[in-house]
DNA sequence: GCAAACTATATTGTAAACAATCCTGGGAGG
DNA sequence: CCTCCCAGGATTGTTTACAATATAGTTTGC
């Protein structure tokens, strides 16, 4: 324990919970910066995000995109270049990443982009089903008109993606309905596991928006989510919400099949 | 992007899961490697960590244990000192605290020790709620006997630990015998989540050992979700995990509550 | 006497250099 | 011809120093 001949700290008793963000005696800037870290907002933002995390979120776009294949290796030096920063940050990045479930580090050799073996995918998927059904069993009916409206303008976003091919913004738009729905139930915890699972499955969307019969049907699932929102038919959006899920893990596991042989899939 | 000449990667089109972790052309001292690095003397895992994670599980310990309590603030240099390592170690291990959400950080300030607010701690055992009853709802019976008699093996250590009223080998014997009951699910996704909400809460289980009696709840609790596990009955062992996971949330917010007042467990 | 600004210090963030480790490829010995 | 060993080069891990930022205490102006 080195010097520490100031005091330890503010200590004030206040509630802990996500005000606390604000002990440290916080500034004007304290509350912002930590505040404002849950959205998947925009392509490329530099908006109140550490470098570190706005690092590991570009990677984490590219392998979403299919710039960056499963298997290919990460060197800290390029993406320092890449990126105009330090090591410190990079690095912090490809653990973050590695949490994530998006890449793979193995100690003095590297990182690499991860792929995802078919049992895995099925089991994320499972989890993701159980949480996401949870999510809208809570919700508390009836959904305020102002909710509704908001599902209905990030809707009207992702189609008019959709509509244009557009599948960068298909895919934001995508998180964003899916942010906005599930934010409805009000349990932090159960929106920010089920955003860390959706994060591990990122790189097999590029399967399922291959088609653009995938996406309108996504389109369309939105659609009667919000019809079954608004009607107060939770068995309904139960419903929905387990559908909704299932083409995903199904076209990749196909594709992975296809070019790999179907034993891998089995295994494991 | 620098120079890049030689190969790659292996491009092994493999099975991409877990025997992934060999893709990087994995010689025989690959595992060793990351394994022989005591780096600094832990009570219980010193298995082969990667250093920034054995501080982290160091200062995990220390917050469970109530060495340090909430709002105490983590110097990067102090825990250099404490754990001779360089802050770049260090730095890693207070991100991912972060994550695991024991500590808080705020750019250019610093870390803390974090405290959970009443309405925190009731989403998050929500969830482990859901979560765990979803493991032992497909854990595949009937269960093999080399299992149960692992559990009754944990059980006697956890007995024994209460017997003995050694907090810390309780605790972690009783993480043991949740880790063998739960990856009896066979769902790595599943157990992997499970965990992680596991170590969010980590610090209000120090409320709940408080008391004889909770321990001693907690070490029958087990007995019959193993009697429950070998006698095949699903519906019993359900209703036991739910009942395992009441007391904690309680105790906590009981004591918080007691400490500053209703007001804080109502808001948020 | 109070408030605003200033300085001093503690702490975090960044950068660069150095050391350790590992893959690659070629050559010696069998 | 094959195997083993050894250098060469690339990449990660560690160390150190320095810069930026925030907090605390003090001073100055009113």
Known sequence: MAAK?????????TKAGAATTAAIKVGVRGAETSADKPAVGAPSPGRGLVPAEMIARRIEEDIVLGRRHPRERLIEQDLCDLFQTHRGDVRLALFELVRKGLIERIPNRGAM????APQEVREI?????ELEVMAVSVIPFPVAATDISRLEELHREHSAAVAAGDLLTVFYSNLRFHEALFGLCGNACLIET????????????????ASPQSLDRARRDHLEM???LRAGRRDELIKLTRRHLKPSPEAYIKAYEQRFGKASSADG
């Open 113 to 116: 982009v991860r792929g995802l």
């Open 226 to 228: 919000i019809r079954a």
């Open 194 to 209: 089920i955003d860390l699972l959706a994060h591990k499955v990122y790189g097999i969307r590029f399967y399922a928006n």
């Open 5 to 13: 001949p100031l005091k330890p700290m503010p200590l004030k008793p």
């Open 125 to 129: 998927y499972a989890v993701r089903e």
